[in-house]
């Protein structure tokens, strides 16, 4: 037990959020908190790995990257256009090319820990945790689950599955005081405007995330975030009411309209 006054003490110690890295979330009220889980939602191709993998870069704080959906030569190939503001069609010649080169570029992001698992368990993201513990000292202030559906659960049912996962993952980040980011697609037959609404999330899981921010590109050059759901601020179940930011897929930059 503990009487909340002692928590706020403790809390006067670290800071309740990550650093926002977008004025454009911070004119929103949107944050990603420690102790917390946030949701990413969007359909496939929509930018929601982008998005995570921009967050991660700009707070830099130490992070856990579980990247079940995609393997360590892509992650390498996005990060890499990412640092540099360069075409992933350039960067992969120079990966093979210039490996010396891509490494030291690589060690920028290097408060990234990654782990490629394509089929984790609550279990090993909680032994990944846990290295992350015996390796730097501490757990990691930022964990990044990419995506929920590659997760196994001990819940037969998908949908139950999804709900136990959210469940376990909201459970770690109040035991280690880490934001939990968490990506999740929304249903194909539901149109955007701009952003998916938060009913078209698979599995209904609306319930758990402090946050659930969903995301559309269909408008070129251009990202949508919508917070679907916002514990701390405003939001927009409907998804009509984005927040707008610059996006170029090809080398992997998410920036705030105007570059601020």
Not at 116 to 145: K, Q, R, T
Not at 167 to 185: A, M, N, P, Q, Y
Not at 217 to 239: D, F, H, T, W
Request: glycine residues 8%; proline residues 7%; hydrophobic residues 40%.
């Amino acid at each position: 037990m503990q009487r909340l006054e002692r928590t706020i003490r403790m809390s006067a110690l670290q800071a309740p959020s990550l650093p926002n890295v977008y004025q454009s979330f911070v004119d929103r009220q949107l944050a990603f908190r420690r102790g917390e889980v946030t949701l990413i939602a969007g359909q496939p191709g929509a930018g929601k790995s982008t998005l995570a993998l921009a967050l991660a870069v700009r707070a830099k704080v130490p992070t856990l990257y579980v990247s079940a959906d995609t393997h360590a030569h892509t992650m390498s190939l996005r990060l890499l256009a990412m640092l540099t503001n360069t075409d992933q069609s350039t960067i992969e010649p120079l990966m093979a090319d210039n490996p010396e080169w891509a490494e030291e570029i690589l060690q920028l992001a290097g408060h990234i820990r990654w782990c490629f698992d394509s089929a984790p368990s609550v279990s090993s993201i909680e032994d990944e945790i846990a290295a992350h513990i015996e390796l730097m000292g501490e757990p990691p202030e930022l964990v990044v689950i990419d995506n929920l559906s590659d997760c196994v659960s001990s819940d037969g049912d998908e949908w139950g599955g999804y709900r136990a996962l959210l469940r376990d993952f909201k459970w770690l980040s109040r035991e280690h005081g880490t934001s939990f980011i968490v990506l999740h697609h929304t249903s194909e037959g539901v149109q955007g405007n701009p952003c998916p609404p938060r009913h078209s999330i698979q599995g209904k899981v609306a319930q758990t995330p402090a946050v659930i921010l969903t995301v559309s590109n269909e408008q070129s050059g251009s990202l949508a975030v919508c917070p679907v759901k916002n514990r701390y601020g405003p939001s927009s179940p409907g998804g009509s009411d984005a927040v707008w930011l610059s996006y170029n897929p090809a080398a992997m930059q998410i920036q705030d309209v105007g570059g601020r």
